[in-house]
């Protein structure tokens, strides 16, 4: 895979930015371990490593690496993130706080998990300005690479910056035997590519945004591999996983050379955000990122399907205002992006009336979009969560009212415009909802 020369290295898109791709290096074989060393004295010439993991983490991969480090003669601690009252550990203030207290010092993090360790050490080793390394243990989530941190500061949920990994490990056989539910996440969350980067290109032909199409065709050539032969997962074939593995990885490169999480990231993750901050606020447990993006990421191309079967759009006037019943607490904090994209609604309401513009959004989107029923029938083979009542909230089936809520009022919580502020302005989103609901999800 010609990509993999992209680590590392720096140069001139045609986009116009400078791009920098800050991670070095991917080692996804079965003797990855064996480049622990040399990778770790390439990023420091310290010796003092520390390797910070869970109970379950720690046991898959974390001692492996503690014993492979220590024969470099380097001094290596480890720190255990604990579990807080019999659940995995959340990435969270609390926990950070913990282990800037009680973590060794150090000159080198090794990170052993999946998405909550991760951005536990993106986030300590940035406050430390230490580097880090990843030790991969699942294909399940796309911020590997990424230089974002995903976490929740007093109880809200916030996305910030930090700085991305030097490298990633990954051993096949781990990636391969993780749970069944984890990498149906992560292709849930590649899913959304085909209809994030259609949200990304509307944002571009509305409000002459900022786009990259180097960013957007970085994995051209994965993409085939898991949604020709969705079955590959379900079989633990090697290539698909290596597919979807390196999909992850180089989407989460997308996001950090572009600056923004717009190539992965579309009206499908509104949803997916607002399922997360309504559990959050009901003091509730939400599901896994991917499964919700992958279900979500359906209904996205069934309503650009729906929104492009049209001739001449007539827009409705969108809500006023947004919902406080629905969003409660966080209400005011929905109100002030909702004021942005109100604006946005408004604009490209003016803009769209014309045929012409109609006609060439159309032209320019259709082309690239996945069909639902490629994206559905993609999930269901391989085992993936493909109906919203797989969703789990709270441990049960997502209700059925709950999930309507939720899609008629994601929109409203950030400023990005998406395919569900069109489905706003046309009036599908509410009139046709119900329908598209019952018929794709
Ligand atoms: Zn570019
Ligand atoms: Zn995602």
């Not at 079965?30 to 379950?56: G, I, M, Q, W």
Request: hydrophobic share 40%; net charge negative.
């Amino acid at each position: 895979m010609n990509q993999i020369n992209l680590l590392g290295t720096a140069f001139d898109c045609s986009c116009g930015k400078h791009h920098r791709v800050p991670t070095k290096s991917l080692y996804y074989q079965p003797d990855a371990f064996d480049h622990l060393v040399a990778t770790a004295e390439s990023v420091t010439d310290k010796k003092r490593y520390l390797v910070v993991a869970d109970s379950r983490t720690y046991e898959i991969a974390g001692r492996r690496v503690e014993n492979v480090l220590r024969q470099s003669g380097a001094t290596v601690d480890r720190f255990m993130v604990p579990d807080i009252k019999g659940e995995p550990p959340a990435a969270d203030d609390i926990t950070r706080d913990h282990i800037l207290d009680n973590a060794p010092e150090t000159d080198l993090y090794f990170a052993v998990g999946s998405g909550v360790i991760n951005d536990l050490v993106k986030w300590v080793s940035f406050l430390r300005k230490k580097p880090f390394i990843t030790i991969a243990t699942a294909a399940s989530m796309n911020g590997y690479a990424s230089a974002n941190v995903a976490a929740t500061i007093g109880g809200l949920k916030v996305l910030f910056h930090a700085d991305a990994c030097q490298a990633v490990f990954a051993l096949p056989e781990i990636i391969v035997d993780a749970p069944d539910e984890l990498s149906s996440a992560g292709l849930g969350d590649v899913l959304a590519k085909s209809v994030s980067s259609a949200d990304w290109k509307l944002n571009q032909y509305l409000f002459q945004d900022y786009y990259c199409q180097f960013s957007v065709d970085l994995l051209k050539d994965l993409e085939p591999v898991y949604l020709e032969n969705p079955n590959g997962i379900r079989r633990k074939d090697p290539v698909a996983f290596q597919a979807l593995f390196h999909a992850l990885l180089f989407s989460s490169i997308a996001m950090t050379i572009t600056g923004t999480s717009s190539p992965a990231s579309g009206g499908e993750h509104l949803i997916s955000h607002t399922l997360d901050m309504i559990a959050s606020r009901d003091g509730r447990k939400h599901d896994f990122h991917g499964r919700q993006v992958g279900v979500a990421s359906i209904l996205m191309a069934a309503l650009y399907e729906k929104v492009f079967s049209i001739e001449q759009p007539k827009f409705v006037s969108p809500p006023q205002k947004v919902d406080a019943g629905f969003w409660g607490s966080l209400t005011s904090i929905v109100e002030t992006e909702y004021e942005k994209k109100s604006r946005k609604m408004k604009k490209a309401a003016s803009i769209l009336q014309e045929k012409e513009k109609w006609e060439g959004l159309k032209s320019l989107i259709k082309p690239n979009l996945v069909s639902p029923t490629k994206l559905k029938n993609c999930l269901s083979e391989a085992g993936a969560a493909h109906r919203y009542q797989e969703i789990r909230d709270n441990d049960q089936p997502l209700e059925s009212d709950k999930f309507r809520k939720v899609v008629l009022n994601a929109n409203q919580m950030r400023e990005r415009f998406t395919i569900l502020d069109l489905a706003v302005m046309l009036g599908i989103i509410p009139d046709q909802i119900d329908s598209l609901i019952e018929d794709w999800v």
